[in-house]
């Protein structure tokens, strides 16, 4: 466990393992840690870093608003800080978003990029698809009320909602555990931000994206609402040089339900190898 300086923030982050960099970036209400299950099927042929993005958990805040830019700022500033050569960068769901940016920012930092349904949700909307026009509607006012929860103080109403109307559907919530909980409703003040740049297409530079060299894995799950897989199919019709993946099975945190699928998934790709999806 160490801390580093960056941007005027301290960040928390752990490496552990040997052989290129992989770094892992969680999504909102999270940390670090939602990486646990992966991190010990990739530590046999790769040094695995995981961080704590600004304002989560054991990195201090930035400032007020927050944005995935300073995060792939502060990701780019970790990268540099221990050892300059690439990286594989891998994110779920607003760590996505953090990965996209930094292949737009410092791709000279980025090996290969793997991005696990990072929005923008907007693009759902601009999909063509009359049906998805209508999820998206009905999921902004879902998001509005986590943002009204947020603000009147009930974190843990909050991250209730969220899961359960959001991002993994009724009845949820009750099958994490007590850890997973305590950590959502300590990290729900960082979620409003991430929730605006979820939603704005322009959060990430998707021209840029299409332009770049970089290897690049969009990956949703067979079983994530439908918004999130709209919106991850919507930025690989836009990417065409990325390869876009189906997980058979997984929602929207494989990295917590499948992680040995997910992690070969990971290690295929970066190898540059097809690893087919195991579905039990």
Not at 65 to 74: K, M
């Amino acid at each position: 466990m160490a801390t580093l300086q960056a941007n005027g923030v301290e960040l928390f982050y752990e490496q552990e393992g040997k052989g290129e960099r992989v770094v892992l970036t969680h999504g909102a209400w999270s940390d670090g840690s939602a990486w646990q299950a992966v991190t010990p099927h990739l530590v046999d042929g790769f040094e695995v870093m995981t961080w704590d993005r600004r304002g989560h958990s054991r990195s201090g805040p930035g400032d007020e608003p927050g944005s995935v830019r300073e995060d792939a700022a502060d990701l780019a500033a970790l990268i540099e800080a221990l050892g300059a050569d690439p990286a594989h960068v891998v994110g779920n769901s607003a760590g996505g978003a953090v990965v996209l940016n930094l292949m737009t920012m410092r791709p000279d930092l980025v090996r290969t990029a793997a991005v696990h349904e990072p929005g923008p949700m907007g693009l759902a909307a601009e999909s063509g698809d009359p049906h998805l026009v209508q999820v998206v509607e009905q999921d902004k006012l879902h998001t509005d009320e986590v943002v009204r929860l947020i603000a009147a103080g009930e974190a843990r109403p909050a991250a209730q909602y969220f899961v359960e109307n959001v991002a993994l559907g009724p009845g949820m919530w009750d099958q994490f555990p007590d850890e997973l909980k305590a950590t959502m409703e300590t990290n729900a003040f960082t979620v409003t931000d991430d929730i605006r740049d979820g939603w704005d297409i322009d959060s990430v530079d998707i021209a840029a994206l299409a332009a770049s060299s970089v290897p690049l894995l969009i990956s949703t799950g067979s079983e994530s609402p439908e918004l999130e897989k709209g919106a991850a199919h919507e930025l690989a019709r836009r990417l065409p040089a990325a390869q876009l993946e189906t997980l058979t099975g997984a929602g929207h945190i494989p990295h917590r339900t499948h992680p040995d699928n997910y992690a070969a998934k990971l290690i295929g790709f970066m190898e540059g190898t097809s690893i087919k999806w195991s579905h039990p």
